[in-house]
């Protein structure tokens, strides 16, 4: 029976995404207990660039221009062929919308079992999940003979899933992808916004736990002291309390301060997504259980309202007024 792990890689725009970084770190420890391979499952046109720094044993490459950005027809196509031929013992896709189009529409198509929102592994076969929007962590083993799984960010750091050694790269023939019902028309870039975020060294990233538009200010006089910017979460973004240049997470953008102070935010996978490659994550939230504190390097269950106002001073008399 095949016990390689098999991880498709995402990437966007040239670029490798985070994710199938994270899913190469969790797939390595999964091939110490099963003795197979990690392969990485790289689809894409004129993509053997991608396959640089990917921590894998080898690389099994599509190439076809009908793969150069992500369509869920042609990548089906692709994957059903592959799945179905080699029968892996895991195969690992993003938690994300790409990853969980071709995960969910492969397990019905293949008749294979799908464990969604996964966050770690151990060498044993077993899976923590994060379920219910990140309030539960179950545990569970790996279903056989081949387990389809999608991974959110969180367990694994995406160094883990680096390599300064590039992997063999077998290029494998490209099924017919032929009648198509759905191409790429065209590529829309998200505006730039008024600051980006995702360049800013100090984060001040506000939740539902700042209640109102009103207090959004606080976060703000904060931020100006500590020398960053205010972020937030969906529902802050939703309710207009911040633009939309300001969301981290899935539907924002993916931050990377050297410090992001999450204030409010219970840490739903979908915003942890956007701040795992953050230097320091330090959290303040009342409920003790909340997730974000399990991705947080410092934490406290102050209330935020208790904190914020005194650190701002603080700060400011640490920089001399
Ligand atoms: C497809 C999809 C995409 C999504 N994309 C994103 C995304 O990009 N970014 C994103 O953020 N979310 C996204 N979400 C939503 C996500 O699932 C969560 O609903 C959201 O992140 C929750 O935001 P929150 O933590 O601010 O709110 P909540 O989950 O309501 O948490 C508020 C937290 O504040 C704490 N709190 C309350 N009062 C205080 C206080 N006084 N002091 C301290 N702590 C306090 C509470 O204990 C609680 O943990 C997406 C969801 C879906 C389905």
């Known amino acids: 029976m095949n016990q390689d792990i098999y991880v498709v890689i995402e990437h966007l725009r040239g670029k490798v995404t985070e994710i199938s970084f994270v899913m190469l770190a969790g797939a390595r420890e999964l091939a110490k207990g099963s003795g197979g391979n990690v392969a990485a499952v790289l689809l894409g046109h004129n993509a053997q660039g991608l396959a640089g720094n990917l921590a894998a044993d080898k690389v099994l490459y599509f190439d076809h221009s009908a793969l150069a950005e992500f369509t869920s027809d042609a990548f089906q196509k692709?994957?059903?062929?592959?799945?179905?031929?080699?029968?892996?013992?895991?195969?690992?896709?993003?938690?994300?919308?790409?990853?969980?189009?071709?995960?969910?529409?492969?397990?019905?198509?293949?008749g294979l079992p799908l464990v969604s929102s996964c966050r770690s592994f151990s060498a044993d076969g077993k899976f923590v999940s994060q379920i219910c929007g990140g309030k539960i962590m179950a545990e569970g083993d790996l279903p056989g003979p081949t387990a389809l799984v999608t991974m959110v960010p969180g367990g694994y750091k995406a160094e883990q899933g680096q390599s300064a050694q590039s992997p063999a790269i077998t290029q494998v023939e490209v099924p017919a992808l032929e009648s198509l019902r759905v191409t790429l028309a065209n590529y829309i870039e998200p505006e730039a916004g008024d600051v980006d975020i995702a360049k800013e060294p100090i984060l001040v990233s506000v939740g539902r736990g700042i209640q109102n538009k009103d207090n959004i200010v606080l976060a703000e006089e904060l931020a100006q002291a500590l020398g960053g910017a205010v972020s937030g979460s969906r529902p802050v973004i939703d309710q207009g309390w911040l633009?939309?240049?300001?969301?981290?997470?899935?539907?924002?953008?993916?931050?990377?301060?050297?410090?992001?102070?999450?204030?409010?935010?219970?840490?739903?996978?979908?915003?942890?997504?956007?701040?795992?490659?953050?230097?320091?994550?330090?959290?303040?939230?009342?409920?003790?259980?909340?997730?974000?504190?399990?991705?947080?390097?410092?934490?406290?269950?102050?209330?935020?309202?208790?904190?914020?106002?005194?650190?701002?001073?603080?700060?400011?008399?640490?920089?001399?007024?």
């Open 243 to 321: 633009a939309t240049s300001r969301l981290v997470g899935k539907s924002g953008k993916s931050v990377k301060p050297k410090v992001y102070l999450a204030l409010g935010i219970s840490g739903a996978p979908e915003h942890v997504e956007g701040i795992t490659n953050s230097d320091t994550i330090i959290a303040i939230n009342t409920d003790p259980a909340a997730p974000i504190f399990g991705v947080a390097k410092y934490g406290s269950e102050i209330d935020l309202f208790d904190l914020i106002e005194v650190l701002t001073e603080k700060v400011k008399q640490s920089k001399g007024g």
């Open 78 to 110: 692709v994957l059903t062929e592959l799945i179905s031929k080699d029968q892996p013992r895991v195969v690992l896709f993003g938690s994300t919308s790409i990853g969980t189009d071709m995960a969910s529409t492969l397990s019905i198509k293949l």
